[in-house]
């Protein structure tokens, strides 16, 4: 089936999802390191800042209203501060809390980690055991009947909490014929979720291979264990579709009678794991509520886990967020697309260096001073000139090579992760629309002769200049295969590229 991703995730908005389970509030001690104590040969931390994020159930309807879904989740929590937060979190994110139980005298479980410039050092939990409600069979039907009714994809979210206990189970079993048709089971206990028939199931591969040990029968190897795995989840669950997560490898899903679908993680630098199989669920749910087949319904979900893995902490996918992660299909890109690449490449939270030039014959010169300026930074944009560009800086006889060309080779390039033209003699407004942290040109420049220095300045960066490569020049070259062609040929180019 042939699916504009685009398309689909803008299907998203407005979808009603229901999410049921275990919620968790994440809490993040943004510390500095002051060394070690003197008592033990323990690291000293100082704790600068706390921040607090939806976890476990509330992360995964976070997710959700922030692809732009109507959402509502079923929880339990203590009548505690820690509860109080959770509730006041859900409701900043647009999720109807309505559903949540607060239990007298539980205490809500709260994942607290600490950590030094991103780097997580511990992680310590609290909360006193499982937060479930004493509601019997008929009393839970009555809470998720109506709910149920309404929603387009309901998604059951387990953390081992102990909402989902034996009535909770059967209440959903027997509303199953009145609910939406997509149910999706983010749950740690699969087989206990059998008589609910959920349409998909979302394991990662560590879960599914503690439940399922894969026997070492010599078939299939290495290549084959996903999906073999993902096939015994599928027969154990009861599911229409058993999805298995790879983490960085991406995930494979498997469906009865019809071939496995596999999506592949592109390389980026992971900042933080925890809650993508959030993202993934709420994502996967809401693709399978608007009729999505299984395989874009796959790539949609994984591109959401994408977006959220290349930031620190716990994070959401937002509708824009993962509108730039789909239309990012490769380096090279418009100028109007700016907005839209710094998105998807998380730029907040990433280094940005950025250079320009004619680039008319790529030479070795080009491609060391590249290089060295990927390694002053995460991302690294190159700004070239357009054809009429280069006429008005070199001459009438340039370009040699045409934009496209020039910007397709840029982009072979590894250490290039953008590649932008513009029309200009200046990229002024590349520089205003990017603002990056380091705008690398060459020695021979100075303050005075960079008319750009004193912007990116303005704008909070700084100018680092390059040693050119010695003989290395484009003009130098087209002088060299000219003087081949023998004498009167003209040669008036001038300057570096």
């Not at 504009?4 to 009603?16: F, K, Q, V």
């Not at 070690?36 to 992360?59: F, I, M």
């Not at 059967?170 to 749950?187: M, S, Y």
């Not at 944009?381 to 060309?405: A, F, I, Q």
């Amino acid at each position: 089936m042939t699916v504009d991703l685009s398309e689909l995730a803008g299907t998203l908005a407005g979808r009603r999802l229901l999410v049921i389970g275990d919620a968790v509030l994440d809490t993040y001690v943004r510390c500095a390191a002051d060394g070690l104590a003197r008592e033990a040969p323990v690291p000293v931390l100082r704790a600068e800042r706390t921040v607090h994020h939806c976890g476990g159930a509330a992360n995964l309807a976070a997710n959700a209203a922030a692809l732009g879904a109507e959402v509502e989740i079923v929880t339990a929590c203590g009548a505690d501060e820690a509860g109080d937060r959770l509730v006041e979190l859900l409701r900043e994110a647009g999720v109807g809390t309505e559903g949540v139980l607060r239990v007298p005298g539980g205490t809500t479980p709260v994942k607290r980690r600490h950590t030094v410039r991103g780097q997580l050092l511990m992680r310590v939990d609290t909360g006193d055991g499982p937060v479930a409600p004493p509601l019997d069979q008929d009393r839970w039907t009555a809470l998720l009947a109506g709910r149920m009714a309404s929603a387009d994809a309901v998604v059951i979210s387990e953390y081992g909490g102990g909402l989902l206990s034996g009535p909770l189970v059967a209440a959903l079993a027997a509303l199953r014929p009145v609910g939406p048709e997509t149910l999706v089971a983010d749950a740690r206990d699969i087989a206990a979720l059998g008589t609910v028939r959920p349409t998909a199931v979302t394991p990662s591969r560590e879960e599914a291979a503690r439940l399922l040990p894969v026997p070492d029968d010599g078939k299939g190897g290495d290549l084959q264990e996903p999906r073999r795995l993902a096939e015994r989840v599928l027969h154990l669950s009861g599911a229409r579709i058993a999805v298995l997560t790879l983490g960085a490898e991406g995930a494979v899903a498997v469906e009865r009678d019809r071939p496995a679908v596999r999506t592949y993680s592109r390389r980026l630098q992971i900042r933080s794991t925890v809650g993508a199989g959030d993202t993934f669920a709420a994502a996967l749910a809401l693709a399978l509520a608007c009729g999505a087949d299984t395989a874009p319904a796959l790539e949609l979900a994984s591109a959401a886990a994408e977006a959220v893995v290349a930031r620190p902490e716990t994070a959401v996918c937002t509708a824009d967020d993962l509108a730039a992660r789909l239309g990012a299909t490769g380096k090279v890109i418009a100028s109007g697309g700016l907005a839209a690449w710094q998105r998807a490449h998380d730029r907040p939270y990433r280094r940005l260096v950025f250079t320009n030039g004619c680039y008319d014959i790529l030479h070795a010169g080009h491609v060391s001073n590249l290089s060295r300026a990927k390694e002053l930074g995460d991302l690294l944009v190159v700004g070239v000139n357009s054809d009429d560009s280069v006429r008005r800086l070199k001459g009438p006889g340039r370009p040699l090579t045409p934009l496209d060309e020039r910007m397709r080779i840029l982009a072979a390039l590894s250490c290039v992760d953008a590649v932008v033209p513009f029309r200009g003699d200046s990229p002024v407004d590349l520089l205003e629309a990017l603002r990056p942290d380091v705008y690398v040109k060459g020695s021979d420049y100075t303050p005075e002769t960079l008319p750009e220095w004193s912007l990116v300045t303005r704008l909070g960066g700084r100018v680092h200049l390059l040693d050119n490569v010695e003989d290395r020049s484009t003009t130098r070259l087209i002088h060299r295969i000219r003087a081949l062609s023998g004498p009167g040929v003209p040669t008036s180019d001038e300057g570096s590229p």
